[in-house]
């Protein structure tokens, strides 16, 4: 029988994003706090595919500053934002103006650019990948001014923390799901991982009356292993039950939230569930009014991925009873197809 998850941040119809604290996985007392935080951690992501996770190892300080020079940068002159735009799928690398990406689970870019264009998402985002790799160069706005060189030292420090809380999260999931613990460290080393800062802007809320289906960013779910989101205070995440209706993930403070992408729902035959998620019109505060506009919206996303070389398939112990569900599939290859569909 599945674990009952510590504490729930969100419920209803019995379904729930379970919020755990990992320090007992990262400082354990005993293997048996270990090992129930990792059970914790692999039944929210089988039961809502979503969880909260505090207690990560990434201090708040550390995450104020990202958030503090996101939204600098976001006050760029477009020019400047322009000048470093997103240049190809397979770099997954620059500045991406608001209307031109289109986060869904359509594949056919001719069903996808239809949607853009009946229901814009709301949004502007700069991604960030690793920063030793000569042929997919980051575009960072180190060259404008001083500000930009401390933004790109930072960046690159953030996306080093990240990588290392995939490493622990996978561990736990190969622990919850009786592997060795290191069972996914040769395919989380590489760090082919993307840094995303979000800016959703001022937004009139009439936008949202006049066009029927207008969110800030359409529903969808996450291509790779797992995604680490930081929210700021304003809402508006909404998470899909099984029964197709959304309910809200509202932020937590000092929390990180974690999803599981479509790459490990492959990987683990289904055993663990890949969640549609959106951003829509932001919920009032108690007692807030907004008038006639809602304000901006700020959110790092850092979207993990198994090492791009390496190849994806049913890992063991999840497919003998009913067998493979899913092609094996190249772990690069499958993201930028799923890439290409968006922009």
């Known amino acids: ?3 009952v998850p510590m504490n729930s941040a969100a419920e209803r119809d019995n379904s729930f994003i379970p919020l755990i604290d990992f320090s007992p996985f990262l400082n354990p007392n005993t293997s048996t706090a270990k090992q129930t935080t990792a059970a914790a951690i692999l039944h929210g992501f089988r039961t809502a595919g979503f969880i909260y996770l505090r207690n ?3 201090s708040p300080q550390t995450i104020s500053r ?15 934002k322009d000048a470093l735009a997103w240049y190809s799928p397979e770099a997954n690398r620059g500045y991406t103006a608001q209307g031109r990406e289109k986060v869904t689970d359509l594949v056919d870019k001719v069903d996808v650019e239809k949607l853009r264009e009946e229901v814009p998402d709301l949004k502007e985002s700069l991604e960030i990948g690793r920063d030793d790799e000569a042929q997919f160069p980051n575009c960072w706005p180190d060259p404008f001014d001083e500000e930009g060189g401390v933004f790109r030292e930072v960046m690159n420090e953030f ?4 990588k290392g809380l995939h490493r622990e999260i996978m561990r736990a999931v190969a622990l919850g799901m009786g592997l060795e613990e290191g069972w996914f460290d040769g395919y989380t080393d590489g760090g082919d991982n993307t840094l995303r800062l979000l800016h959703y802007p001022e937004v009139g809320r009439g936008v949202f009356r006049e066009r029927k289906g207008q969110v800030r960013a359409g529903a969808h779910t996450d291509y790779g292993s797992i995604t680490l989101l930081f929210q700021d205070d304003r809402g508006g995440l909404q998470v899909q039950l099984p029964d197709g209706t959304f309910v809200d993930a509202t932020p937590i403070p000092d929390t990180i939230v974690i999803n599981a992408g479509d790459l490990l729902a492959r990987w683990s035959n289904d055993m663990i569930k890949s969640t549609k998620h959106r951003v829509v019109e932001p919920p009032l505060k108690p007692g807030e009014e907004v008038g006639d506009k809602y304000p901006a919206r ?4 850092y979207f993990c991925n198994p090492n791009f070389d390496r190849w994806i398939d049913a890992i063991p112990g999840t497919f003998e009873a009913e067998g493979k569900k899913y092609p094996g599939v190249n772990s690069g290859e499958y993201l930028v197809q799923r890439l290409a569909a968006t922009y």
């Open 1 to 3: 029988m599945d674990p």
């Open 56 to 58: 990560a190892g990434i």
């Open 66 to 80: 990202v958030f503090a020079l996101s939204a600098s940068f976001f006050r760029r002159p477009q020019a400047q």
């Open 159 to 162: 996306f080093e923390e990240c």
């Open 298 to 301: 700020y959110s790092v996303a």
